[in-house]
């Protein structure tokens, strides 16, 4: 947040700098209000660009086997562009890629999945799912490594079969193969 901060105002004394520079070419004809309301846009254009832009950047970082299976768009009233276009304020992500270091293949119906929750201004958080593909279910991280009879017990999420995680966790390849 800090660095958004910092971000924005170095925008502000750009624009400043470059509205200052035209006065000067054009022999100080520019009207004195031009500086700081170039500032001023400039800061705003920046500030909606960051938060447009914050999920694709983020997405960016991630390896590109990672599926996008979840987005949270928000309008706001502080926020009044945001009515015409929802803002993404939260996303989640599954990789199941070689780069997601996943363990061993459970099973021909079964697949392992990096999960990646993240927020504006918040942590991330990545966490091993285990995805039933035949019984369009899934348990988290505790039964990466289980046997059969621990999973057989285990706090099994029961899941819509056209569950976006579900369907990029399911299809395609073996485990962590793509």
């Known amino acids: 947040m800090l660095i958004d901060f910092i971000s924005i105002v170095a925008a502000g004394f750009a624009a400043a700098g470059l509205v200052m520079g035209l006065n000067r070419l054009s022999g100080r004809r520019l009207p004195k209000w031009t500086m700081p309301a170039g500032a001023g846009v400039a800061m705003l254009l920046f500030m909606v660009w960051n938060e447009y832009s914050w999920a694709d950047r ?4 991630l390896p590109e086997s990672a599926v996008v299976t979840f ?12 009515y015409l276009a929802p803002v993404t304020t939260r996303m989640a992500l599954l990789d199941r890629g070689p780069e997601a270091g996943l363990p061993a293949d459970p099973g021909p119906e079964m697949r392992h ?8 201004w918040r942590p991330s958080y990545g966490l091993t799912v285990l995805f039933d593909c035949a019984g369009a279910r899934r348990v988290d991280a505790s039964a990466a490594g289980a046997t059969a009879a621990e999973l057989a017990v285990a706090d099994w999420q029961e899941l819509d079969p056209e569950d976006p995680a579900l369907r990029a966790a399911c299809e ?6 793509g």
């Open 58 to 61: 983020t997405r960016l970082t």
């Open 71 to 82: 987005k949270n768009e928000r309008s706001d009233f502080w926020r009044p562009w945001t």
């Open 113 to 120: 999945a990096k999960l990646y929750l993240m927020e504006r």
């Open 172 to 177: 395609g390849g073996g485990n962590g193969r």
